[in-house]
């Protein structure tokens, strides 16, 4: 059955008397006039001194009527004008008189303040700082954790170890497959263009296995990773900071970052070189399939140029490089986890914060390896 819409007329006895008439459903929910419309009705009469109501045809009501008649007494306390509650009912007189009992707090509401330049500047400045010092509050606390494993004096369960692991490593080769082939393909064709003008096209080979080796197999993998298990990390913590989970922990004398954390960064730095040697292949077969098919270029001859361009030292540059990559995933996935707030939303922000901050740490930490490698020789 249709709910009748809240209306709302007005009549006036006299010059200094008027009448509201509320008839429908004065419910949340339900169309009809809005407060604007008193107050345009009262701006227009200037010589009132009472306004009484009419609530016979009123059908039922909720907060959405009080709400009206609190600002229609308000606009009425501050002209002076006389308010008659004899016509509504017994219910809403009673919900008056407990709203006005307790006057508004001089100063609840909030107002709008503007905010300079220079004061936004500095509220970045001073967040940033904030930032920094609990990152090396996280990282410390974490030095010491891992010290604690190397005396085995840590607890947490081998199988969540064990479980994180599958889905570190295992369940991240469908996208790590994809990504690393297709960027060798990509790698191998934007080369090939070039260096068929100087017929010079098996350079494709070295120029594949060097850019994979070196960097960008270690770097993608790591932001896949970041994406697809920081994030997971990140969001998994927040959850249980949003479900008082990790004061749980704390309550019941277990260290959240030897149970939560130290678990995920040991199997992100077990996992992520396995996952860059296999991203190194698959890099590599995606140039090959660019070299071959497009090039002519036989198996054996790209095989033997990539073998003569690289060697186990790149290799294993690039491994080491993507288990620091790990570590730095986990930790920034855990510290954002843990700083989450205590709502959904928050969730969602700490999930793309680890994601940002990851990234940008992996970028920071490759042209540190950069630089070190170039002085070391390497």
């Not at 809005?34 to 345009?40: G, P, Q, R």
């Not at 199997?267 to 190194?280: G, K, Q, R």
């Not at 098919?293 to 033997?304: E, K, N």
Request: proline share 2%; net charge positive; hydrophobic share 50%.
């Amino acid at each position: 059955m249709p709910v009748e819409q809240k209306k709302i007329s007005f009549q006036h006895r006299d010059n200094e008397t008027l009448l509201l008439t509320l008839s429908g459903s004065w419910r949340l929910g339900v169309s009809g006039p809005s407060a604007l419309l008193v107050d345009d009705e009262l701006q227009k009469s200037r010589e009132l001194r009472r306004i009484a109501f009419d609530s016979g045809n009123l059908l039922s009501w909720d907060s959405t009527l009080l709400a009206l008649l609190i600002r229609v007494s308000e606009v009425c306390r501050r002209r002076g004008i006389e308010l008659d509650r004899h016509g509504l009912p017994a219910g809403v007189c009673k919900l008056l008189d407990l709203a006005q009992a307790v006057p508004e707090k001089k100063g609840a509401r909030k107002t709008k303040v503007e905010t300079t330049f220079v004061h936004y500047v500095g509220d970045c400045a001073i967040a940033a700082g904030v930032s920094l010092g609990e990152m090396l509050k996280f990282t410390g606390e974490m030095t010491l954790t891992v010290l604690r494993l190397l005396r085995m004096k840590v607890h947490f369960r081998p199988i969540d170890l064990f479980l994180l692991i599958q889905q570190c490593g295992a369940r991240a080769l469908p996208i790590v497959t994809l990504i690393s082939f297709l960027v060798g393909v990509i790698l191998a064709f934007v080369g090939a263009v070039q260096l068929q003008k100087f017929g010079a096209q098996i350079y494709v080979a070295d120029l594949v296995g060097i850019a994979v080796i070196h960097e960008m197999g270690a770097m993608m993998t790591g932001i896949i990773i970041a994406g697809r298990t920081g994030a997971s990390f990140a969001a998994e913590l927040g959850t249980m900071k949003v479900t008082q989970e990790i004061d749980a922990f704390k309550t019941l004398g277990l260290s959240p970052l030897e149970f939560l954390v130290l678990p995920r960064v040991i199997a992100l730095l077990l996992m992520m070189p396995l996952l860059c040697l296999y991203s190194d292949l698959l890099g590599v077969l995606g140039g090959a399939a660019v070299g071959v098919g497009m090039l002519d270029i036989s198996w054996a001859t790209y095989v033997r140029e990539t073998i003569h361009a690289i060697g186990l030292r790149d290799l294993f540059g690039g491994m080491f490089k993507s288990s620091v990559y790990g570590v730095l995933i986990a930790l920034c996935g855990c510290l954002r986890g843990l700083q989450c707030g205590n709502s959904s939303s928050a969730v969602g922000d700490a999930a793309t914060s680890a994601v940002v901050t990851s990234i940008v740490a992996m970028i920071t930490a490759c042209g540190i390896f950069a630089v070190t490698f170039y002085v070391l020789g390497i």
